[in-house]
Nanobody, 124 residues
Framework: QVHIVESGGGLVQPGGSLNLSCTAS????????MGWYRQAPGKRRDQREF??????????EYRNSVKGRFTINGDNAANTVSLQMNDPRPEDTADYYC???????????????WGQGAQVTVSP
């Protein structure tokens, strides 16, 4: 069984910086990507929005609103990923959920495994 542990988060001022980290442990057949989604206050789980991802080839993708401000890095051998948030804005306030997209050992169907979430509040 795969588990994810997140760290980081907290209160940050607009224009500051914050780092989130995530480690996945456990066995799986195949990994596609690791990354982050976020759920803004008052939004439902099915309204989480994509933030950034990092694949096994080292390619990163970002939602448009964070490009140039957030940077995702990963260590595929260690199944870790981090999100460096520079110049955060109040609209970045959300719970940030790390995920790994894998094919588990007991099935051929890919599935998302989620972390517990890290609260990020951007406020003066």
């Amino acid at each position: 069984q795969v588990h994810i542990v997140e760290s980081g988060g907290g209160l940050v001022q607009p224009g500051g910086s914050l780092n989130l980290s995530c480690t996945a442990s456990g066995g799986f057949k195949k990994k596609d990507t690791m990354g982050w989604y976020r759920q803004a206050p008052g939004k439902r789980r099915d309204q989480r929005e994509f933030v950034a991802s990092f694949d096994d080839h080292g390619r990163a993708e970002y939602r448009n609103s964070v490009k140039g401000r957030f940077t995702i890095n990963g260590d595929n051998a260690a199944n870790t990923v981090s999100l460096q948030m520079n110049d955060p804005r109040p609209e970045d306030t959300a719970d940030y959920y790390c995920y790994i997209l894998i094919v588990p050992l007991d099935t051929d169907l890919a599935r998302y495994i989620w972390g517990q979430g890290a609260q990020v509040t951007v406020s003066p």
